[in-house]
């Protein structure tokens, strides 16, 4: 890993734990975009923006409270789409 961090701050653990926040944060935009099409939106009229960064986020919350799987979540709701209703409500 190439870092700034001099060796005493870039100590192993210190190091771990930088690289698994990157990801975290990288699969978190991964999901938006390859499940939600996040990233194909040109919608940039008035508040719509912000209304599907909501939105988005509120779908990957429900997804989440299913499966840690976006694909399995997705399956889930598959057969029966007012689950994710029944969850909201």
């Known amino acids: 890993m190439i870092t700034s961090l001099s060796k005493v701050e870039a100590s192993p653990q210190v190091l771990l734990d930088l690289n698994r926040k990157h990801w975290g944060i990288e699969i978190m935009h991964r999901n938006k975009d390859v499940f939600l099409g996040e990233d194909a939106c040109t919608s940039r009229k008035d508040a719509a923006p912000h209304n ?15 499966s840690r799987s976006p694909t399995k979540a997705l399956e889930y709701f598959q057969h029966d789409k007012n689950r994710a209703i029944r969850l909201c409500s």
């Open 52 to 66: 599907i960064f909501i939105l988005n986020n509120l779908v990957l919350a429900v997804l989440k409270s299913v």
